[in-house]
DNA sequence: TGATATAATGTTACAATGTAACATTATATC
DNA sequence: GATATAATGTTACATTGTAACATTATATCA
């Protein structure tokens, strides 16, 4: 499950994360979602509130929202998503497993890997930053395969 | 360092990739950059010999070139780099090491994280696909922002 | 060899994603 | 209320990739 919009909402007053109307708008459309959705998605969705609301006005938010740690971008199919905590920027590392057929996804939290994660970024001397994107198919799409 | 372009040659005779001549310049493109090419650039390259070849020529070659384990698809930045190792397809799992800024990549292979895949891959009924994103900053680029 | 099937490549047009540059509007601060 | 700063609107464009169909090359077999 992910935060409800009151939680996000709070969660960005305590952090003193400015939310605009618009961006609140942006937000919730993504809160109430429990799938991906591509940037143009977001914006058919806003624009029913939002009539002059364009590319450059999705773009805009979404790079706000990622910098604030709410949401995830997912370069493999374009996607965003929110981030299943609300911790995402500073506090933790995560992973995402996503389907290469019917693109959903799914955040987990494996130790082993941030651990391992942490030993490379020392190693390597290389600063960790977006989610692991871990690419596949999923179980519903293997069987799907076979049928 | 990454494979030589002949040693390439002989690993496709042995396992039966039918290189096309189209498919081996390309590769050779690949092959003598050391670092990731955008389609666009792989076809700027492959013009300068066959000036009919357009976008549509280097996207089939490289769907080939990444079904027969040759080459990785890195979604983060739209690029395509030569595989490390000619066993990408069925052998081993890799990970890739991606700097957000100047967006050079080093393939690296990490017990752990192998491991846990592995795991993850049972757990979660998911079949793992491609290279395993890690995106970041690399010391070279740590360095320059401080300066 | 020549007929025929299959694979590869060429060609055109288009869809999707994202950004640059500049204008306008809202918000905060003094 | 004047002014600076942040946010949003607007237009035009760059990049990446795919769909659909035509043509050419390659393999296979009678």
Redesign the interface.
Known sequence: MQPKFETIIDYCRSKNIQLTNQRSLIIRIIANTPNQLTANEILIDLQKVNPKANRMTIHRALEFLIDAGLIHKI??NHTYKLCAHLYCKHDHHCQI?I??KCGNQ?E?H?L??T???L???RT???????P????????KC?TEEIL
Chains 1, 2 share one sequence.
């Open positions: 370069a493999f497993l389907c290469q799914t987990i494996n082993q890997i651990g391992a994660l030993e490379i970024s390597h001397n290389f600063k960790l930053a977006n692991v994107e871990i690419t596949g198919s999923c179980a293997q």
